[in-house]
Nanobody, 114 residues
């Protein structure tokens, strides 16, 4: 498995941008898929975006056109660029690595004020 550490969360006004980073404890080039999930207060955790080791991406409908996921295998890091943020994007964001196993980071809080 792999240990994951998220960073980059914070407080931002609606319309602003943030970039989340997920640093892995080892090489990620062979990991089948990396992704970002979020859990808003009172809601279940949901997939935000994912990227395979082949570079294929998948996004939740609610973030398409605003968020971009990318991975830098040389830095063992996955990013989530979030633009045009909305108050409904407020949540704890979790990094995930999925192969024959699942690993999760501790989460980073994103708060978007109106």
């Amino acid at each position: 498995q792999v240990q994951l550490v998220e960073s980059g969360g914070g407080l931002v006004q609606a319309g602003g941008s943030l970039r989340l980073s997920c640093a892995a404890s080892r090489n990620i080039f062979s990991i089948n898929a990396m992704g970002w999930y979020r859990r808003a207060p009172g809601k279940v955790r949901e997939l935000v975006a994912s990227i395979t080791n082949g570079g294929s991406t998948n996004y939740a409908d609610s973030v398409k056109g605003r968020f971009t996921i990318s991975r830098d295998n040389a830095k063992n890091t996955v990013y989530l660029q979030m633009n045009s943020l909305k108050p409904e994007d407020t949540a704890v964001y979790y990094c995930n690595a999925r192969d024959l196993w699942n690993s999760w980071g501790q989460g980073t809080q994103v708060t978007v004020s109106s």
